[in-house]
């Protein structure tokens, strides 16, 4: 995870840490040639102090401080040809826009595995696996990958719902604490929302959410929250490239834990069921 996004996602910050995390975001070169020494001088602190921010963001100590924006630098330059927005050029061959999308795709899928928390997923995988039903609240180009999800789930027995915007709030009213939900939204302000975790909350209907990091609204209402890349501008791009790519790797994630936690008896259920489910003749 990037130095910027352990920052954003730290909602702890001392008034000396907030300084502190402004003078790193503005000098990430400078600190690269200073010892804990240097930079306690230059931003009037102490060494102990510097130790205990780089704990707020999961870093060791000031050396991991500095090796994380090293990286960081790293990755930058590897990108910083391709505009996630808007990656093409005029004169772009199809070997070109192959490629940028193929740096898209690395880059988003990448991101969003370094802003996943890991403890938050295996409680996220755990209910969705005790769930009685899973219901997906989502809309517009979102609702194909929440459709790939369901059909996953259900190649080993689990009923996912995915309904339309016009049966959103009949699925939420008719749900309870035996459903969860999972409600995406890249921006994490669509409009159903509000209504929608208003009903899910009175039906006392567990609540995750999938957003871009860090739009997470709705705290007291959201029982999990899983952020993803947040590299793509909510309007301004061609396509949804990015985002995409990264809401397809955080669904399949989710589904990879939940099938793992049976894998057993999941890998059986395929195979005995595949002449069901599977009728091409393969063997022709």
Known sequence: MNIEKRIQLCKNFTPIEIQISHYILNHKDMILNMTIEDFSKEIFTSKSTI???CKK???????DLKVALAKNQHHSFKHEQVDVNYPFKINDTTKDISLKLTQIYELAIKDTFEVIDQ???YKISKLLHQAQLI?????SHNSH???NFQDKML????????PQSEHMNYIALASNEKHVA???????KATYIPTIIEILSKRKTP???????GNNFYPQYITYHLGMSDQENVRDHTSEFASHIALQYMLDVIFACVYHLDLDKNNKYLKEYIRYTDDRNLDE
């Open 51 to 53: 130790h205990r921010f």
């Open 57 to 63: 963001i999961n870093l060791n100590g000031f050396n």
């Open 119 to 121: 403890n938050e997923l």
């Open 135 to 139: 219901d997906i609240y989502t809309s």
């Open 145 to 147: 990958v929440a459709y």
């Open 155 to 162: 190649s080993i027995g689990r009923i996912v719902n995915c």
């Open 182 to 188: 999972i409600i995406i939204s890249y921006s994490g």
């Open 207 to 213: 609540i995750i959410l999938i957003s871009k990091i």
